[in-house]
């Protein structure tokens, strides 16, 4: 079945800089890669997604990019500011195949004032 | 679109005894899913559901565990003779169809804790 690694762990930057969270998926019938935001106490929430014909999306300051054939997706949030402290999630999904989303271990990214 | 609800929000329960949590998806998504989440680990899939058919159950799933969605609308998961391994985050999360066209929403879980 489908296994998704994530890193890093943890990660803490200052206000105003980037931040980039890195996954790897071993399916590579895998379609569909959402990112999750999950703030303390909350269920998940999405916050980007792309699909496997697409390589990049942007959506204000959050950026994923694809690489179908490294199997390498990304998570880049420019501009960093403390409310985007939380745990990040990414996921992988097989439309077809066993259809429900399989998740990283969770990045906690913490921005600094 | 009110969300997706789980209820209760906490539940704390003795270690042997039975516990039923809810979960009312967003109204017309006919896909609905449990996950399990532990402190520092992403979601786990536990089971989903496409209207009333149980599509696929995980491994995670034991014979104590049980999912229903009767009417293809709200589901239940009951948890029979719980154990401390047990305690967890059990969040549901609804689509429209598959992911892949439609996205996943969560609710915000239901906290369990067996002493």
């Known amino acids: 079945g489908e296994n998704v690694e994530q890193h890093p762990s943890t990660l803490s930057v200052q206000e105003g800089d980037s931040a980039v969270i890195k996954c790897t998926y071993s399916?590579?019938?895998?379609?569909?890669f959402p990112w999750y935001k999950q703030e303390l106490g909350k269920g998940p929430q999405l916050i980007i997604d792309?699909?496997?014909?697409?390589g990049e999306k942007k959506d204000q300051r959050i950026a994923v990019t694809l690489n179908k054939t490294a199997k390498h997706f990304s998570l880049h949030i420019t501009e960093t500011q403390p409310e985007d402290s939380a745990v990040y999630f990414c996921?992988?999904?097989?439309?077809?195949?066993?259809?429900?989303?399989?998740f990283g271990k969770g990045t906690k990214l913490t921005v600094n004032p | 679109d009110t969300g997706v609800s789980q209820n209760p929000r906490h539940k704390i329960t003795k270690r042997g005894q039975n516990v039923t949590f809810r979960c009312d998806p967003i109204s017309e998504h006919n896909r609905l899913y449990w996950y399990r989440q532990t402190l520092g680990q992403g979601p786990e899939f536990l089971t989903y559901?496409?209207?009333?058919?149980?599509?696929?159950k995980s491994r995670l799933l034991s014979d104590r565990f049980s999912a229903e969605r009767p009417k293809g609308s709200f589901s239940t998961l009951e948890i029979q003779r719980t154990e401390q391994g047990d305690s967890a985050m059990y969040l549901c999360?609804?689509?429209?169809?598959?992911?892949?066209?439609?996205?996943?929403?969560f609710g915000n879980g239901t906290r369990l804790t067996v002493t």
């Open positions: 999360a609804s689509s429209r169809g598959g992911s892949y066209n439609s996205p996943l929403h």
């Open positions: 559901f496409q209207n009333e058919a149980q599509l696929e």
């Open positions: 996921a992988a999904f097989t439309q077809g195949g066993s259809e429900k989303l399989v």
């Open positions: 399916d590579s019938a895998s379609n569909y």
């Open positions: 792309i699909r496997s014909n697409v």
